[in-house]
């Protein structure tokens, strides 16, 4: 079993940043597939960006160049740095993980998931 909670999420202006991070306890950490995901109302969930062990990385093209997904195996933790923010980034992140190394876009691939945290942009 492995639990994920994260921190990080708040209210920040349009060209703002973030830093969202995802402490994993439970099972080995660094052989897991790790991403986040996110779901604005009223729209379904959407994959973020996605890191494997071998540090492969995968990003949504609407967050391509904006965000950094990277991890801390000392500390079984992975982040989320979101610069540029725009309002339409604005919605509930949540972080994921399942294991092994292939980086699923679809969210009822991963096996675990975090609570949530809210993330607003205003313009």
């Known amino acids: 079993q492995v639990q994920l909670v994260e921190s990080g999420g708040g209210l920040v202006q349009a060209e703002g940043s973030l830093r969202l991070s995802c402490a994993a306890s439970g099972r080995t950490f660094r052989s897991y597939v790790m991403g986040w995901f996110r779901q604005a109302p009223g729209k379904e969930r959407e994959i973020v960006a996605g890191l494997n062990s071998g540090d492969r990385t995968y990003y949504a093209d609407s967050v391509k160049g904006r965000f950094t997904i990277s991890r801390d195996n000392a500390k079984d933790t992975v982040y989320l740095q979101m610069n540029s923010l725009k309002p339409e980034d604005t919605a509930v992140y949540y972080c994921?993980?399942?294991?092994?190394?292939?980086?699923?876009?679809?969210?009822?691939?991963?096996?675990?998931w975090g609570q949530g945290t809210q993330v607003t942009v205003s313009s």
């Open positions: 994921v993980s399942t294991p092994g190394v292939v980086l699923y876009m679809t969210p009822t691939k991963y096996d675990y």
